[in-house]
Nanobody, 124 residues
């Protein structure tokens, strides 16, 4: 089992920045993909970004490319999401997820472990 606990989030004005983190515990995640998904009210959960724990390969949704950055800290078993130039449409609950699969990074169904989510609200 892998336990994921998100922290951070909150309220930020449009154009601002915010960082959220995801601390992983339990079994080793050295071969896992770690991802962030988000879900806005009334919408389906959507892929935001993912990183392969081993090697650090990353992938981003087009909607956040150039604005969001995913990173990891091996020593702390933590994944970070730095969000810059935030827009009102980025408002959502952000979920951290972990998968032992080697492909299908953007598919929520392939992620076995999920955090509880953290709210990010972009509003003036």
């Amino acid at each position: 089992q892998v336990q994921l606990v998100e922290s951070g989030g909150g309220l930020v004005q449009p154009g601002g920045s915010l960082s959220v983190s995801c601390a992983a515990s339990g079994r080793t995640i050295s071969n896992y993909m770690m991802a962030w998904f988000r879900q806005a009210p009334g919408k389906e959960r959507e892929f935001v970004t993912a990183i392969r724990w081993s090697g650090g390969s990353t992938i981003y949704a087009d909607s956040v490319k150039g604005r969001f950055t995913i990173s990891r800290d091996n020593a702390k078993n933590t994944v970070y999401l730095q969000m810059n130039s935030l827009k009102p449409e980025d408002t959502a609950v952000y979920y951290c997820a972990a998968s032992s699969k080697s492909s299908g990074w953007t598919l929520a169904s392939l992620y076995s472990y999920w955090g509880q989510g953290t709210q990010v609200t972009v509003s003036s």
